[in-house]
């Protein structure tokens, strides 16, 4: 009957797919990843402190191995404890990744506005000291990194995440910031511009 023999010959060709569709997906074999410091901060110190790393609901380590796929990134929380004695009303997290003449720095995990930004409504709370805060990768941010290493020609499927705090705003300093272990006023002139003043230290607690 040509009736049933489309039919079959339909369900023949649906049972064909379905295999190569599992066969496809199987092929995007996970791969061993890493996230990594960028620079060696022994010898910096911050105003924040990375209590923890969280990527696929794992606690994981700078340096450990994980399974993952292209997207591996996605959902990664950072959690950050406030370590000096100032609120902080701005941190971001970037990554850098090697090019043939140099290297590309992509934010991904920010929190709070960055002096001289333009506010959206009212800025979230300033992390107070001795106060933690979850810092995630969010699909917003996590489109936006994805959007600057296609501009700059970085594939997006990477085994390796070198990451570093790249600024930390205090809410009581609106010209003055915390980078790469530096104290940095804001250009009289250059608004964008900041100058080293000195090196941060970590208030020295009592004993």
């Not at 001289?116 to 969010?138: A, C, N």
Request: proline share 7%; with cysteine; net charge neutral.
């Amino acid at each position: 009957m040509p009736g049933i023999s489309r039919t079959l010959a339909q369900v023949a060709v649906m049972l064909a797919i379905v295999p190569a569709v599992s066969f496809s997906i199987q092929a995007q074999e996970l791969k061993d990843r890493q996230l990594t410091w960028a620079y060696d901060y022994s010898t910096v110190q911050m105003p924040i402190e990375i209590v923890s790393i969280i990527l696929n609901g794992n606690e994981i380590r700078p340096g450990e191995k994980t399974k993952g796929d292209e997207n591996w990134l996605k959902g990664l929380t950072f959690k950050i404890k406030n370590i000096s004695e100032q609120p902080i009303s701005y941190l971001n997290v970037h990554f850098k990744f090697p090019m043939p003449n140099g290297f590309v720095s992509a934010s991904a995990v920010r929190y709070g506005i960055n002096h001289g930004d333009i506010r959206r409504g009212p800025p979230p709370p300033s992390i107070q000291p001795g106060e933690t805060k979850e810092l995630v990768l969010t699909k917003e941010n996590y489109d936006s990194f994805l959007y600057v290493l296609a501009q700059a020609k970085v594939s997006s499927d990477f085994d390796t995440a070198p990451f570093y705090i790249e600024r930390v705003c205090f809410e009581s300093q609106p010209d003055v910031i915390w980078q790469a272990g530096w104290l940095m006023r804001r250009h009289a002139v250059e608004y964008n511009r900041f100058d080293r003043m000195q090196k941060y230290f970590l208030p020295v607690k009592e004993k």
